[in-house]
């Protein structure tokens, strides 16, 4: 009879062979071959991870959820990096968070009508749990090009009931965060970064998910390395991680680990609330909370993507810069992406902006013909989106800039899964289109 690891290692072998029959990927064949905007890049190591860890059946966040939180925290040099199930929840948690009645940190909590400012372009789930959690977002309009806030206009806008500032880094272009983080400390705002879009990215040297007193991630296959579903928030204000994993973990006063009890020593010693005395720690509740926790399987897939993540970046931006260049000749017909002198993008995507009104929907027929898939920058102008028409806010000055990236912009892949003859003959067909034009 085969030992527990002998039959392990059949099955893993076992799964290496069937990636290399199944997952392997065919040769490109222009004009045949779709070129998705985005893609899983993975290889046989995320499949025997997976399978290992459901071999485990640990099922709920363990050892490998632990491991890969302790590997991100060191990637971010991060206080703490806390693993959640979407990118989605991990901006829902920062903001709740922060609007925690009990929670501990150099500002005040948020309540109920204070604003949090935020650009009009944006991804719907960044917006979302402000106007759960009451607060009022303060709109600003972005730039074309660089898709991001001007920290000017972030100023300008300011007033007296602004206590934070949710800004993403949009396609994985880092905002100016010298300006930003200036002019919160001066205004004593809260800083979250929606980062979802630019793991890897740096500002100054600085990996942006750093300069927030919190900042969210994706691991949606999109993103810059993924575990299907999963995200995180890197903590970079230790006196708030309480609250946040509290309120990750259905709102729960206790801090044990899944599987653990008696943590902090008194389980059936704590007064609180208006609770008998000796009420199970367990079962205390101090925050109103949700559960926002990944599987162990996804942690599994995820700590063999984190080991992938530099050559993954690095390709993203060989990709983009190989893609710019080659778009260089028609910046008469359209806006090619700008970059901040200080930034170094994680690229999500390749966005441009067609200066001819009106022809952006052509060159995506164009595109998609050519089995080339675009998309566009998330909502667009989110006021315009039928979910969010009437939301109370205050929008500051006009919104023209996102009601042109709504009407002109679009992007297309640049993820590893590209390669140069791919990036090539799309910047072929682009050629192609403004040809004739
Ligand atoms: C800027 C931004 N924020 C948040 C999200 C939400 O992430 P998820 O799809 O993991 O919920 C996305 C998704 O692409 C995004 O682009």
Redesign the pocket.
Known sequence: MASKEELKQQILALVEEYYRSVHERPAFVPGKTRITYSGRVFDDREMTQLVSSSLDFWLTAGPYARKLEAGLALFFGSDDFILVN???SA?LLMVATLCAKGLEGPLPPLRPGDEILTPAVT?P??LTPILHNGLVPLFVDCEVGTYNVDPALVEAALGPRTRALMI?HTLGNPCDMAAIVDLARRNDLWLLE?G??ALGATFDGRLVGTFGALS?V???P?HQMTMGEG?GVAVNEPAVKKTLVSLRDWGRDCWCEPGKSNTCGKRFAWQSGDLPFGYDHKYIYSNLGYNLKITDMQAAIGLAQLEKLPSFVDRRRRNFGRMLAGLRPLEERLILPVVHPLANPSPFGFPMTVRQQGLRAELIRHLEAAKIETRLV?GGNILRQPGFQGIPCRVHGTLANSDRIMNDTLFVGIYPGITDEMVDYMVERIHAFFKDR
């Open positions: 979407s990118g989605s901006n991804f789930t960044t993403p929606d979802c879009d969210s994706s691991f949606y999109a995200g998330f």
